[in-house]
């Protein structure tokens, strides 16, 4: 749920040096985004977290329900993956980092019942999933187009439930899971 970039540029794990992310963020050393859903509806906003605190500030409402991840990109686009309001269907977002407000790209395709729990890309620029399926609670591994939104399935252990992804250094893929009792 959370994705930081400095004055450096981008601090994506694993990938190369980034250009700097212009924006109205610009002279705070490291920006850390999050996401909330507040209320019943489900209606998420953009916030930014105080490194130093840790409260969180509003930036402004994403104009989606249940966004669960987010991620930028080596150019500095933040993405984030959804829901359209009222509806179960998933879809990739584009947020601006500055109001808050997210831009559907397209519907995610090619997997059923899907939530994410995490995104991030790769050296490389593919943008992968950690996710599940809400009916029956699989965990699902993949990859998102960020064109057209067609989910790839890769991997999982089909038992419930995905967390955080990201990739070291070295290139080394690692992700997280939680089993009742276990994590």
Request: glycine share 16%; with cysteine; net charge negative.
């Amino acid at each position: 749920l959370l994705a930081v970039f400095g004055p450096s540029g981008l601090k994506t794990t694993g990938a190369a040096p980034q250009p700097p992310v212009p924006g109205c963020k610009d002279g705070v050393p490291y920006l850390l985004y999050g996401v909330a859903g507040v209320g019943t509806d489900d209606v998420t906003y953009l916030y930014v977290l105080d490194q130093m605190t840790g409260k969180p500030v509003l930036v402004g409402p994403v104009g989606f329900d249940n966004v669960s991840a987010l991620a930028f990109d080596a150019g500095g686009t933040l993405y984030g993956v959804g829901r359209i309001a009222a509806t179960t269907t998933a879809v990739l977002l584009t947020i601006d980092h500055c109001t808050g407000v997210g831009t559907q790209v397209a519907p995610i395709t090619g997997v059923d019942n899907f939530l994410a729990a995490d995104i991030t890309f790769d050296a490389n620029g593919t943008l992968y999933y950690n996710g599940w399926n809400t009916a029956t609670l699989a965990v699902e591994i993949g990859t998102l187009d960020t064109a057209t939104g067609a989910a790839t399935r890769i991997g999982g252990d089909g038992v419930c439930c995905g967390n955080g992804i990201a990739f070291a250094s070295d290139g080394t893929f690692y992700t997280s899971y939680s089993r009742v009792g276990q994590v």
